[in-house]
């Protein structure tokens, strides 16, 4: 796996996180199980804990495939097709996984600004 910067993680790096991430939803679905089974304090520390593990997020509006020639045939003003359509759901990534999909919106707030309106979360089961 690969940070942003193109550097290896670390490693253990996503076992570290596959762990965290499953904590974090031991955490949020025992609700007061949780508590029950651990001080509150414990419990508030792994959170705290996961909290801070840093994530890249990307949101991946198409991709296209083309040849090196075509590549170096780019210049400013180039049109590169992707293979989204207009209106079709942009992938949520984080660290490299697809989390969730959603729609590019303008923001109400700041006309001059992108969002994302998350129009579904992609749920695994324990690995």
């Known amino acids: ?3 942003g910067n193109g550097a290896p993680a670390e490693d253990g790096g996503e076992d570290q996180l596959n762990r965290a991430i499953q904590e974090l939803r031991g955490v ?3 609700g007061d199980a949780g508590a029950a089974r ?3 304090g414990a419990v508030a520390a792994n959170a705290n804990i996961i909290m801070n593990i840093p994530v890249e997020v990307q949101i991946v509006l198409g ?3 083309m040849s090196v020639s075509e590549l170096m045939g780019l210049q400013k003003g ?3 097709a992707l293979n989204r359509r207009v209106g079709e759901a942009v992938d ?3 660290n490299g996984r697809r989390i969730a999909r959603g729609e590019i919106t ?3 707030n700041d006309p001059s600004r992108f969002g994302l309106r998350l129009t579904e979360i992609i ?3 324990p690995a």
């Open 1 to 3: 796996m690969s940070q």
């Open 28 to 30: 949020l679905n025992d």
């Open 38 to 40: 651990a001080p509150s």
């Open 63 to 65: 991709s296209a495939e």
């Open 78 to 80: 180039s049109t590169v």
């Open 92 to 94: 949520v990534m984080v």
């Open 106 to 108: 303008v923001l109400e």
């Open 123 to 125: 749920t695994s089961g």
